[in-house]
């Protein structure tokens, strides 16, 4: 009678929910080790991914804003849309979009993209002319024909004006002959000339004045009204003063390490100082200006220990970063601002760039890990990116997607979140510099190259330069699983594999599988064409841990996976029974 031979247990392993990347020790089904330069879509599983615009280079780059157009700092000078407006310092530079400004930090410049004029947020004078003060009425015309006294003026006639020294304090007043009073002027004003004096002030700033020789004309103030040769603050005093120079006047802005905008002002904060700020409402110029209005500046003390990482605009407030926690600042006016302190997980030092919002939700790169917040509680949304130590982050959005560069080991990667489906891909080991965005379509600057990219090439033509498009031909791309049927700890054998795909052009892919040693053999090839099967048949290679992999250039589109794997017993044939 002859033996019973068993047949090996074979079991198949489909491939149907591909959830992305995942560079942790277990996984789940559909989840790989590398998924590089392919994407999700809607109509398959996954396929290579879009191909991208090159622009020019750009030399000496100091930062970019998409506006309506793209706005970028080159060569130490001032770029929008093609064109070269002016000139910069050395540096980074930290852009803020406001309306229709760009303002430039930390030069403290202000763009205007409409007019094309670039200008100082800050202004000074140093006056070492001749300076004439006088009492004076809001708009600068000085009082003339008043009496100053201690006691009033006898017979006095409606209008007279007395200015009354008693106590040593000085009032202007007016005489009512309807009432038969006098009546204290509301507020009075000193007009300061001197030539050239209010050059490059306005109206309504708030500057320092120092070295004006009247009694409580230096210090901080407000210019009620403002010509070429004269300012006019608030103020009293009697008679008229002269003096020769020695007399300063600046407005300032406050030196800040991030900033933010919103509702029409923009936000700063400084680890030196302490403090948070806002500028005066629509004028980014004022920062000291405290009338109080609803329109004045703000400025505010925080009690939190460490430095400020990052600040950012997210729904209907600011958000002040430091790493073990975050300033949350509400409210429409100075009269209703108020900031919590929230103790959660914030911007790691040095990844000030990773902040960015994609479809509601703001991520960052904290010191453990990717975070998604969507105004509650911040989550972490890297988990899948395995027990690595990521910094240096920088990110930026195309679409949906959320692009993050970051370091690990002295190596950048290209990670991806399709923040729709909630998976991860890689897209190289490219070194982004800095990202930004225009109309929902992503641009980044090569760290290394300087080279100016658009994600996306269908959108590259909308901006300021003839873009040199990928050629998806030359796109490299890979998929490779975890360990295949994991569970079975018993040798085992890839009998074959079925691949539904599309690979067309001048394309090639191949599909390989590890040896126990764990090197990848090439073990067949993709079939060129449109949509089709390819069955792979692998010779025998028993092993007790095998990964797959598919590689290969050019357009690619997976649709489905299947691999037949048949099991053997737990140890080689040695001999014996």
Request: with cysteine; net charge negative; hydrophobic share 35%.
């Amino acid at each position: 009678m002859l033996p019973t031979i068993q047949a090996p247990r074979r079991r198949r392993e489909i491939v149907y929910d591909f959830a992305g990347l995942n560079l942790n020790e277990v996984a789940g089904r559909g989840e790989f080790l590398k998924l590089d330069n392919v994407e999700p879509c809607e109509f398959a599983a996954i396929r290579t991914r879009k191909t991208r615009a090159n622009f020019r280079v750009i030399p000496d780059f100091g930062g970019m804003l998409g506006k309506e157009k793209l706005f970028w700092i080159e060569d130490g000078g001032i770029w929008y849309d093609g064109g070269r407006y002016g000139d910069v310092t050395a540096g980074d530079k930290q852009l803020v979009s406001m309306g229709g400004y760009v303002l430039v930090f930390p030069d403290k410049l202000c763009f205007n993209t409409d007019t094309k004029i670039i200008t100082s947020l800050e202004n000074a004078r140093s006056i070492t002319g001749n300076i004439t003060v006088q009492l004076a009425r809001y708009d600068g015309t000085p009082y003339t024909g008043y009496t100053t006294s201690a006691s009033p003026p006898s017979n006095p006639t409606n209008g007279m004006l007395w200015m009354d020294t008693n106590n040593g304090l000085f009032s202007l007043k007016e005489y009512s002959g309807a009432t038969e009073q006098w009546v204290s002027v509301a507020s009075t004003y000193l007009a300061v000339q001197s030539t050239n004096i209010g050059v490059g002030f306005k109206a309504g700033d708030g500057v320092n004045i120092t070295g004006l020789n009247v009694a409580g004309a230096s210090g901080d103030a407000i210019l009620a009204d403002v010509t070429n040769n004269r300012i006019v603050i608030k103020g009293v005093m009697t008679g008229t003063h002269t003096q020769t120079g020695g007399m300063t006047i600046k407005r300032e802005v406050p030196d800040m390490d991030y900033y933010a905008s919103m509702n029409n002002r923009v936000w700063g904060c400084s680890t030196k100082n302490h403090e948070i700020y806002a500028c005066k409402l629509g004028d980014p110029t004022n920062w000291r200006s405290y009338e109080g209005l609803s329109t004045d500046s703000y400025a505010a003390t925080v009690g939190s220990d460490g430095a400020f990482t990052g600040a950012a605009h997210h729904l209907s407030s600011v958000l002040f970063f430091k790493e073990g926690c975050v300033h949350k600042l509400f409210g429409d006016a100075p009269g209703n601002f108020q900031i919590s302190e929230i103790n959660f997980r914030g911007v790691e030092r040095g990844s000030e760039k990773s902040i960015c919002v994609v479809n509601e939700i703001l991520y960052y790169k904290s010191p453990d890990g990717v975070m998604g917040y969507d105004g509650t509680i911040p989550r972490d949304v890297g988990a899948r990116l395995g027990p690595y130590k990521y910094t240096n982050a920088r990110a930026g959005r195309n679409g949906s997607d959320l692009y993050m560069c970051m370091e690990h080991g002295g190596k950048y990667t290209f990670f991806v979140l399709d923040t729709t489906k909630g998976v991860w891909r890689t897209e190289g080991d490219i070194k982004a510099k800095q990202f930004t965005d225009r109309a929902g379509n992503g641009y980044y600057v090569e760290e290394d190259t300087n080279k100016l990219v658009a994600l996306n090439s269908a959108e590259g033509s909308t901006i300021f330069d003839d873009p040199m498009p990928e050629d998806i031909k030359d796109i490299s791309w890979q998929m490779e699983t975890h360990e295949l049927f994991a569970q079975m700890p018993d040798f085992k054998h890839t009998a074959r594999i079925q691949i539904t795909s599309e690979l067309k052009g001048v394309a090639e892919g191949g599909v390989y599988l590890t040896d126990e040693s764990g090197i990848f053999s090439r073990v067949g090839d993709i079939e060129e064409g449109a949509r089709r099967m390819t069955v792979v048949r692998v010779p025998a290679m028993r092993n007790t841990r095998t990964r797959l992999m598919i590689a290969g250039k050019g357009s690619f589109t997976l649709y489905a996976m299947s691999m037949f794997i048949e099991s053997g017993s737990d140890s080689t044939y040695k001999g014996g029974v």
